[in-house]
């Protein structure tokens, strides 16, 4: 799925961008804000707006001259839209999950690359960075690996592409300088265990 917008894939990219901007503030918007804060041309945010008013997801009202659109948050599909704009932290608790389960936190698990930069699309890996504690079993590693694919994949559709290091591998990727180190020292975002960019730290000082 698309994981940066994940409620383009059911409700089409218009529709899930209005309806998270029109979200997003308490007051209502004109027909033009709401087409800049979306992205979307003008008319195309007017059909849309139209469209979803018709099925009372958004409300709209006269303001002057102007109309002011808000949508409707007693709607009983509000509830399910916004699970969907949810989704992304939702792939984080169910990381979390299936590395607590098993090692608590003693392995360091991180989101990196697009994931965690919030530029992942359909195509994406969900990038994974798992950094072992020393006390931690081979079997339990394969356990927590097996675990985070599996669940990853059947939640988003979309493939977790895992690397897992000891901390002494760590150490020498960052002696060695290589390029994974910057890219977790800049973006890394940890979701169990230890933070990795303060691993990293620690391994070079």
Same mark, same amino acid.
């Given at each position: 799925?698309?994981?940066?917008?994940?409620?383009?894939?059911?409700?089409?990219?218009?529709?899930?961008?209005?309806?998270?901007?029109?979200?997003?503030?308490?007051?209502?918007?004109?027909?033009?804000r709401v087409a800049e804060l979306a992205g979307v041309p003008t008319s195309t945010s007017q059909?849309?707006?139209?469209?979803?008013?018709?099925?009372?997801?958004?409300?709209?009202?006269?303001?002057?001259?102007?109309?002011?659109y808000t949508v409707n948050r007693d709607h009983v599909l509000w509830d399910p839209v916004q $699970?969907?704009?949810? /989704?992304?932290?939702?792939?984080?608790? @169910? +990381?979390?999950? !299936?590395? =607590? &389960?098993?090692?608590?936190d003693a392995a360091s698990v991180s989101l990196f690359g697009s994931t965690s930069r919030g530029?992942?699309?359909?195509?994406?890996?969900?990038?994974?960075?798992?950094?072992?504690?020393?006390?931690?079993?081979?079997?339990?590693?394969?356990?927590?690996?097996?675990?985070?694919?599996? $669940?990853?994949?059947? /939640?988003?559709?979309?493939?977790?592409? @895992? +690397?897992?290091? !000891?901390? =002494? &591998?760590?150490?020498?990727?960052?002696?060695?300088?290589?390029?994974?180190?910057?890219?977790?020292?800049?973006?890394?975002?940890?979701?169990?265990?230890?933070?990795?960019?303060?691993?990293?730290?620690?391994?070079?000082?």
């Open positions: 799925m698309d994981l940066s917008h994940p409620a383009a894939d059911l409700l089409g990219p218009g529709p899930a961008r209005i309806l998270q901007r029109l979200g997003d503030v308490s007051g209502g918007l004109t027909g033009r059909r849309i707006l139209a469209e979803l008013e018709e099925i009372g997801l958004v409300e709209a009202r006269e303001a002057g001259a102007a109309r002011l $699970r969907m704009f949810a /989704a992304p932290s939702r792939i984080e608790q @169910i +990381i979390r999950a !299936s590395a =607590a &389960e098993i090692v608590g530029h992942a699309g359909r195509a994406s890996d969900v990038d994974i960075v798992v950094v072992w504690g020393d006390e931690i079993e081979p079997s339990d590693r394969a356990t927590v690996l097996a675990s985070i694919g599996e $669940r990853v994949s059947n /939640a988003t559709g979309n493939r977790a592409e @895992i +690397i897992d290091l !000891s901390r =002494a &591998e760590l150490r020498d990727l960052a002696e060695h300088d290589d390029p994974l180190i910057e890219s977790w020292r800049a973006e890394a975002k940890t979701v169990v265990g230890s933070d990795l960019k303060r691993l990293i730290a620690s391994v070079t000082a």
